[in-house]
């Protein structure tokens, strides 16, 4: 009897705890003797959008190479999906979706090619249809024919989220995506980043841009020196406040001989 | 999708990039040719040695045009950093590995039917009778070129000087399976049954299996960060 009061406490405690997509815990990443993650930690619920503000060199492409299996931790524990990205690096690739300010993109390929490559390799069914409709999405249906090296930079990365999207990945790492683009390029990627936010996906983004980083966010966090310093709902966060208070960790903490 | 038509798939792509750029067997071919062409101002009509040094000049230019190849293999994948996106797919490193090893054997080895075709005008060799079994020694230098070349040409990619990295790396690696291939085919051009040559053959096939496996089996700790 105690046992079963006890699983069905367990039960109600657990329908009250959110699930987590991303868990990570002392985590440190070192470049030769240079840390460039100093024992982060983070978390995320399952649905969420977070923004991760922060400078160059603050870590943050190095958090998200470690979230998405492309580099491991030295030390810590990194847990996406409910799965170690250590340990079961090929089962957590088949969901998520990484949107780099590097495309992924071959240029002599063309854009329905890119994308069918891609698709073969996630070992996604229907997989023309998928690419079209995803095509359209992106508005790049009337070129699909033609090489991705001739697109301009907007629109590779617009193909981009389309091959990143291609096995409907249900967490998404966005590392810079807005990097080179011109103020109409950069408007088209957040409409077509803003259908990505549909409740259902857990999405990071990494930026050093206030404006954009703070769009779309449910979240938002400051990384300096390899850790997060700041974490705030979206709701709490009034602009100009914010900008001050970014500008405040990064210029306190922003100095590495410190 | 299974583990050969994945692999197939990145052969596929490499190949669709070289149709329409022609880069990569456009340099190989005409770097073979100049071999080939060097060589054959040095070496005097009706030399006695002649038959001796021809099996040499051939797998030399094979060689050195074959490196020319495999440095453009993996360095097309830094292009937008698509050995990143290669490697963020699901598929197991063994997979990439064969799908680029597919890749280069291919190219390899329609490389060194046009160099043998290059040979045969310049040296007057006629080759047509021999087709065949010189068809077989290079098929089997080819996998075992393309096997370790494709391994080292990963392993140097993210290299400044990988053009003169890859070669130091595989020169040395690839002197049995040279060895094996101007014996071979000196037996061949000699008009002697391929018979003769037979241990040569088995040191190739033998070679092959032994570093196709490996290449295989370390190609994951390569990739790694």
Request: glycine letters at 10%.
């Amino acid at each position: 009897m105690t046992s079963t009061l006890e699983t069905r406490g367990q039960r109600e405690a657990d329908a009250t705890v959110p699930e987590l997509t991303i868990r990570v815990r002392g985590l440190w990443k070192y470049f030769g003797h240079v840390p460039a993650l100093r024992g982060l930690d983070l978390e995320l619920e399952k649905g969420r959008f977070l923004t991760v503000f922060g400078p160059n060199g603050a870590g943050k492409t190095t958090l998200i190479k470690v979230l998405s299996t492309q580099i491991g931790p030295s030390e810590g524990e990194v847990m996406v999906g409910g799965i170690d990205v250590v340990r079961d690096a090929h089962h957590l690739r088949r969901r998520i979706g990484v949107i780099s300010h590097n495309t992924y993109l071959y240029p002599n390929l063309t854009g329905l090619e890119n994308l069918r490559f891609y698709g073969r390799m996630y070992g996604v069914s229907h997989l023309d249809d998928r690419a079209a409709r995803l095509l359209e999405e992106v508005g790049l249906l009337g070129r699909m024919d033609d090489r991705a090296g001739t697109y301009s930079r907007g629109m590779q990365q617009r193909l981009s989220i389309a091959r990143a999207l291609l096995h409907e990945p249900d967490i998404m790492f966005l590392d810079e995506p807005y990097t080179g683009l011109d103020q109409h390029a950069s408007r088209m990627l957040r409409d077509v980043l803003e259908t990505l936010h549909t409740g259902e996906r857990t999405i990071l983004l990494t930026t050093h841009n206030i404006d954009q980083g703070l769009e779309m966010c449910d979240e938002v966090a400051i990384q300096v020196r390899g850790r997060m310093v700041y974490r705030e709902p979206i709701t709490s966060i009034d602009r100009s406040a914010f900008e001050q208070t970014y500008f405040e960790h990064v210029g306190k903490d922003y100095r590495w001989d410190s | 999708m299974g583990f050969l038509s994945q692999s197939w798939a990145i052969a596929r792509k490499d190949i669709i990039g070289e149709l329409r750029t022609r880069e990569t067997v456009v340099s190989m071919l005409l770097f073979g040719f100049l071999v080939i062409l060097v060589f054959n101002f040095g070496i005097e009509p009706g030399l006695r040695e002649e038959n001796l040094v021809k099996p040499g000049v051939l797998w030399a230019a094979f060689i050195f045009a074959g490196i020319l190849g495999l440095n453009r293999s993996f360095a097309a994948e830094k292009e937008n950093d698509c050995l990143q996106g290669l490697l963020l797919c699901p598929v197991d490193r063994s997979v990439i590995y064969l799908g680029k090893f597919l890749g280069n054997f291919i190219f390899t080895v329609l490389m060194g039917l046009i160099v043998f075709l290059f040979f045969s005008v310049l040296y007057n060799v006629d080759i047509v009778r021999d087709i065949l079994p010189l068809g077989l020694i290079v098929v089997l230098a080819a996998v075992g070129f393309s096997a370790v070349g494709t391994l080292f040409s990963a392993l140097s990619v993210g290299i400044k000087t990988r053009d003169v990295i890859l070669s130091i790396l595989l020169f040395p690696v690839m002197v049995p399976v040279v060895l094996a291939a101007a014996k071979s085919s000196g037996v061949v051009l000699d008009g002697r049954p391929l018979g003769e040559a037979g241990l040569w053959l088995g040191l190739m096939l033998v070679y092959d299996v032994i570093f196709l496996t490996v290449s295989l089996m370390t190609f994951d700790y390569v990739v790694e960060e």
